[in-house]
């Protein structure tokens, strides 16, 4: 701390004090204050006794507190022989130092700081963990492919799909098109899968037969130009809701994930009504938000 002079001490008052814009009568009101106070004598006194009949203006009082606040803060120095002045902080200082607190809390810990423990939140699932299936029935493959693509969300997908291909040859597609049934569209997903394990250059190999490796399996479920017919129709959502959404685009209320977003949902809800998470669980890369990762997963799959 810095000892300060009764000078200095008027000075620093002063200059703390709430700025006011005041007229050229209350200029001189001040510097009378000031005159006032190097002769040792209480403006406000003075005033009321020379103007006791008119009723004194709110200049007069303000420069009255201001004088008896500078008359006590030199009272109290000279009283006090070398005693120190604090000075008054400024609202900027205070707010850094209430920032520096703040980003003290937030600093990183060091060897000498005790740890602190968090509070433990005991497990307590609604259900019993693990999967939900009952381990005395028998499960075929089949069965267990339709707890997540269950008949109604393929006929949602074939009426979409439908929908599809009548506006596509309504437009002037020149191919003959038939509506396709909740059967012919679980062999149409299993045909994904087989050309998802088997590899072959192009398409139109899987139903090549001149070819010493040739494969037999995908011309027993469908011809080639029906698995075509049918790819280049396939649809999740309705093609009319689909120009409704394109509309709302640059929008809040346009969604991105609307073409997907009904078998999406479907097997969202079937993932949590047949398993329920254990108490340890562990988040693979692929599920972590990350533009370089899933531009490359996509890139494979497409």
């Not at 007229?23 to 190097?38: K, L, M, N």
């Not at 609307?258 to 079937?270: E, G, N, S, Y």
């Amino acid at each position: 701390m810095a000892c300060f002079s009764g000078k200095d001490a008027l000075q620093m008052i002063l200059d703390s004090e709430e700025e006011f814009t005041f007229s050229s009568e209350e200029d001189e009101a001040s510097d009378d204050e000031r005159q006032h106070f190097e002769e040792r004598i209480d403006p406000a006194e003075d005033t009321i006794s020379e103007n006791v009949s008119s009723s004194p203006s709110p200049a007069l009082h303000r420069g009255a507190r201001r004088c008896r606040a500078v008359l006590s803060a030199i009272e109290n120095h000279n009283e006090c022989d070398n005693e120190l002045v604090q000075a008054p902080v400024p609202k900027r200082a205070k707010a850094n130092q209430q920032a520096s607190n703040r980003q003290s809390t937030l600093a990183w810990k060091t060897e000498t700081d005790v740890d602190m423990v968090p509070k433990t939140v005991r497990f307590r699932p609604a259900r019993e963990t693990g999967p939900q299936l009952s381990s005395v029935d028998s499960h075929s493959p089949m069965s267990l492919f339709k707890q997540f693509f269950s008949e109604s969300a393929v006929s949602t997908l074939c009426h979409n799909t439908n929908a599809q291909a009548a506006k596509a040859t309504a437009k002037g597609c020149k191919y003959k098109w038939t509506d396709v049934s909740i059967s012919e569209m679980y062999r149409y997903i299993g045909l994904l899968f087989y050309m998802a394990m088997v590899k072959v250059s192009s398409i139109s190999d899987y139903w090549r037969q001149s070819s010493v490796f040739s494969v037999p399996f995908p011309a027993t479920v469908m011809s080639r130009d029906r698995y075509r017919i049918i790819s280049w129709n396939v649809h999740m959502s309705h093609p009319d809701a689909d120009m409704d959404n394109d509309r709302k685009r640059g929008t809040r209320e346009h969604d991105r994930l609307f073409r997907v977003k009904p078998l999406m949902d479907t097997i969202r809800q079937a993932c949590k009504a047949i398993y329920h998470p254990k108490r340890n669980l562990a988040v693979d890369e692929r599920m972590v938000a990350c533009k370089c990762s899933s531009t490359i997963y996509f890139c494979r799959v497409i």
